[in-house]
């Protein structure tokens, strides 16, 4: 894969007016470039490109975590100025205390084993649910046998509305 394409490349970096500079390279070896903006010889203005150069060249090599994020934000256009190597070992320092940090409180954190829980929680009640809250004997032990209707015993013209409440207007 290397002869006759980066013989190309070189090549076409010459005509095209492409610069390369070297911009950093991170504790893995990898090596990261930016090409600036530049007018072809069309007349087209190219936009910046920011390359990446792996330490390992297979990508069958590469696993999460190879290149940093603090390069991977630069390469992605995420921020504008590279990463210095001091800002990526003070923020891998800090994530590994977060780790600790975060391993610290789970482990602490951790729900009781089941003899522990059974001495702490009250046994579950036991709740029996008779009947529909619209039924008449909701509430009641046991509906009766008797009915509690007066429909049998109604007598009419015996209800009278009371005064002073009228429906009708």
């Known amino acids: 894969m290397g002869g006759p394409q ?3 490349r070189a090549l076409w970096r010459m ?4 610069v ?3 911009v950093g390279t991170d504790q893995f070896g990898n090596k990261y470039y930016c090409i600036p903006q530049y007018t072809n010889w069309r007349g087209q203005t190219i936009r910046e490109k920011r390359i990446i150069e792996a330490a390992k060249r297979n990508e069958i090599e590469y696993e999460v975590g190879d290149i940093p994020t603090e390069w991977e934000a630069w390469i992605r256009r995420k921020r504008n100025t590279p990463p210095t190597m001091e800002e990526i070992l003070q923020n891998e320092k800090y994530r590994e205390e977060m780790k600790m940090k975060s391993k610290d409180f789970y482990e602490k954190e951790k729900l ?5 829980s059974e001495e702490l929680l009250p046994p579950p009640v036991q709740i029996q649910i008779k009947g529909h809250a619209s039924a ?3 509430g009641k032990e046991e509906p ?5 209707s007066t429909g049998k015993a109604f007598q009419p013209g015996s209800w009278m509305p009371q005064e002073g409440k009228s429906h009708n207007p």
Not at 15 to 18: A, D, F, G, I
Not at 112 to 116: F, H, L, M, R, V
Not at 144 to 148: D, G, K, R, V
Request: proline fraction near 13%; charge should be neutral; hydrophobic fraction near 20%.
């Open 20 to 22: 390369k500079e070297h």
């Open 112 to 116: 009781p084993s089941k003899e522990t």
């Open 15 to 18: 005509l095209s007016k492409e």
């Open 6 to 8: 980066s013989l190309f």
């Open 144 to 148: 009766s046998a008797t009915p509690t």
């Open 136 to 138: 008449p004997h909701f």
